[in-house]
């Protein structure tokens, strides 16, 4: 359940714009960074709620994106594209690689949830072949040899456990 500030800081959002509805997108956003990075059965309710768009909707919007989770999701978010250019510039061996390094698959959270691996289609740097987007940060040309680099480099930059991350990162 979301504390009556956040419901009033959501509510306020949407009341900016002439359709309530425009401001679904952030209040999804908002309410994932509440429940610790995934959308619950209630949190699907209460955008429902403060957006004034049905349930089905707001559920169509989180299962339609890459960036909404339906169910808990690892600290970190590693999307490997497999787009055309990416394809080309052998993303499959890249995601191979990250699989092995991380004893996943593609689609899967690792035991201690510390990482989620998953295919996305262009992240828009295709002159920069194959791509892979880790959080927020954009690696490309990605090589195998930077796999290590790259997974060594985001798992040094987790400070604590997961909870408080969360703690740290929820908003009002
Ligand atoms: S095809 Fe991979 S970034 Fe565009």
Not at 91 to 116: H, Q, S, V, W, Y
Not at 135 to 145: I, K, M, N, Q, R
């Amino acid at each position: 359940m979301i504390s009556d500030a956040l419901k009033v800081q959501l509510t306020g959002h949407c009341g900016h714009y002439p359709s309530r509805r425009v401001g679904l997108i952030f209040v999804m956003q908002k309410l994932q960074e509440h429940y610790g990075g995934w959308l619950p059965e209630e949190a699907i309710r209460e955008a429902a709620e403060i957006s004034g768009v049905p349930e089905t909707e707001v559920e169509g919007v989180a299962t339609f994106y890459n960036w909404f989770f339906r169910e808990p999701a690892g600290r970190h978010i590693i999307v490997v594209c497999d787009s055309i250019s990416c394809y080309l510039c052998g993303c499959d061996r890249i995601a191979a690689n990250l699989e092995r390094k991380l004893g996943i698959k593609l689609g899967e959270t690792t035991p201690d949830g510390m990482f989620t691996l998953l295919p996305v289609v262009c992240l828009g740097n295709c002159d920069k072949a194959p791509s892979i987007m880790v959080d927020d940060e954009l690696y490309g040309p990605v090589t195998a040899d930077m796999i290590d680099e790259i997974i060594e480099k985001t798992a040094s930059e987790t400070h604590g456990t997961r909870r408080a991350h969360d703690e740290r990162n929820r908003p009002v």
